[in-house]
T-cell receptor, first 111, second 115 residues
Framework: AQSVSQHNHHVILSEAASLELGCNYS??????LFWYVQYPGQHLQLLLK??????LVKGIKGFEAEFIKSKFSFNLRKPSVQWSDTAEYFC?????????FGKGTRLHILP | DTGVSQNPRHKITKRGQNVTFRCDPI?????LYWYRQTLGQGPEFLTY????????KSRLLSDRFSAERPKGSFSTLEIQRTEQGDSAMYLC?????????????FGDGTRLSIL
């Protein structure tokens, strides 16, 4: 079935650790890819997006993601996390004008 | 704040009752989307509008669910004869068309609890 898969449901890191959250999708053809973040008590916010061009995409708050077409992957990275990065992160694909979300990864940063 | 606005934030009702939620999109956005999110899951697409036209409905949207966007601005989502399984967060999002290259902006959601 066509889907978006996030590798980890819950990740716990200490401040200053490096972060990589995995995301794979199973749709063929042209895709638009997103990472959304939901901070505690807040609405979903766009972190970064890939439409075309440079497969290394930079987003807000020091996050970046790399689109690897051959691996159907769009992993999210941050070199050094902060306590304020504690949130839930969703990988998503825009398919036929609607967004298909992964199940999310809950990230908890220890101070 | 001129983001997407949803009302109410929380709704608690008894099984079998009807509920209606409202979404006010960002004013210049002509696309409006409804999603449902349950615990431990990402948001799941329900339906979307371009202006007042409902362009697609998910199979998740049973005949107890109806959505409208009568004047191409705000939208309502009604659930009739609510069931326990309807308990979820209902999210609204809006974007400019064409939707494919436009990010969607989400509201805070309406959390529905069925007693």
């Amino acid at each position: 079935a066509q889907s978006v898969s996030q590798h980890n449901h819950h990740v716990i890191l200490s401040e200053a650790a490096s972060l990589e959250l995995g995301c794979n999708y199973s749709y063929g053809g042209t895709v638009n890819l997103f990472w959304y973040v939901q901070y505690p008590g807040q609405h979903l916010q766009l972190l970064l997006k890939y439409f075309s061009g440079d497969p290394l995409v930079k987003g807000i708050k020091g996050f970046e993601a790399e689109f690897i077409k051959s691996k159907f992957s769009f992993n999210l990275r941050k070199p050094s996390v902060q306590w304020s990065d504690t949130a839930e992160y969703f990988c998503a694909v825009n398919r036929d004008d609607k967004i298909i979300f992964g199940k999310g990864t809950r990230l908890h940063i220890l101070p | 704040d001129t983001g997407v606005s949803q009302n109410p934030r929380h709704k608690i009702t008894k099984r079998g009752q009807n509920v209606t939620f409202r979404c006010d999109p960002i004013s210049e956005h002509n696309r409006l989307y409804w999603y449902r999110q349950t615990l431990g899951q990402g948001p799941e697409f329900l339906t979307y509008f371009q202006n007042e036209a409902q362009l697609e409905k998910s199979r998740l949207l049973s005949d107890r669910f109806s959505a409208e966007r009568p004047k191409g601005s705000f939208s309502t989502l009604e659930i009739q004869r609510t069931e326990q399984g309807d308990s979820a967060m209902y999210l609204c999002a809006s974007s400019l068309a064409p939707g494919r290259n436009q990010p969607q902006h989400f509201g805070d959601g309406t959390r529905l609890s069925i007693l």
